[in-house]
């Protein structure tokens, strides 16, 4: 079963907009991770935050969790046409244990 | 650098031939291997992973197998294909007691 749910399910915006998507999961977590899955290809690792951080920054990405309502946000500033993609989150329940995705947020970015 | 290869890249095959993917990893040593399915428009669902070579670890009991001849080698394996083993196989790695995974390209696997 999905440990995460990504909200919205499809997002469309215009280049330059900033795009937020959310994850919401059911369990406590070690650490929660944001993959990015461009269309028929492999998924590449985004980010990490661990269940003590609250904020994380890498690049134009810019990640929130908030462990007391089970959720998380992943925030894309000033996107482009290239951040046109699907993007999942995924949680780990203990140090070194699988990964469990959710169901993903499919992002249009319209040059 | 470590890099991560699956063959073939799209496959047809008809109801109830047998099936093989193949996963191989480069540059790095006992790496953990991960097999997910993702049905198309979802997420992926974890259907194998293995911690050394002959450990398995299933995740969804199903119409499918996997084996790890070799450290860096993950096989993904059936004897009779379903129709509903159509969809998206994806291989991934990790180094051992991290939790960030790798992906291949993936497998589009269409039973007909």
């Not at chain 1, 469309?12 to 369990?27: D, H, V």
């Not at chain 2, 031939?17 to 990893?25: G, K, R």
């Not at chain 2, 997420?43 to 790890?68: C, D, K, M, T, W």
Request: with cysteine; glycine share 8%.
């Amino acid at each position: 079963s999905q440990q995460g749910e990504e909200d919205p399910q499809a997002l469309s915006i215009q280049e330059g907009e900033n795009a937020t998507m959310n994850c919401s999961y059911k369990t406590s977590i070690n650490n929660l991770q944001w993959y990015r899955q461009n269309s028929g290809r492999g998924l590449v690792h985004l980010i990490l935050i661990r269940s003590n951080e609250r904020e994380k920054h890498s690049g134009r990405l810019r990640v929130t969790l908030d462990t007391s309502k089970k959720s998380s946000s992943l925030l894309i500033t000033a996107s482009r046409a290239a951040d046109t993609a699907s993007y999942f989150c995924a949680t780990v329940k203990a140090a070194g244990n699988k990964l469990t995705f959710g169901g993903g947020t499919r992002v249009l970015v319209k040059p | 650098s470590q890099t991560i290869h699956q063959w073939p890249a799209t496959l047809v095959q008809p109801v109830g031939s047998p099936l093989s993917l193949e996963c191989t990893v480069e540059g790095t040593s006992n790496p953990n291997l991960y097999w997910y399915r993702q049905a198309a428009g979802r997420g992926l669902q974890l259907l194998f992973y293995s911690v050394g070579i002959g450990q398995i670890s299933s995740e969804v009991p199903q119409n499918l197998s996997a084996s790890r001849p070799q450290d860096r080698q993950f096989i993904l394996s059936s004897k009779k294909l379903l129709l509903s083993d159509s969809g998206f196989y994806l291989c991934a790695w990790g180094l051992a007691g991290a939790e960030t995974q790798y992906f291949g390209p993936g497998t589009r696997l269409l039973v007909l």
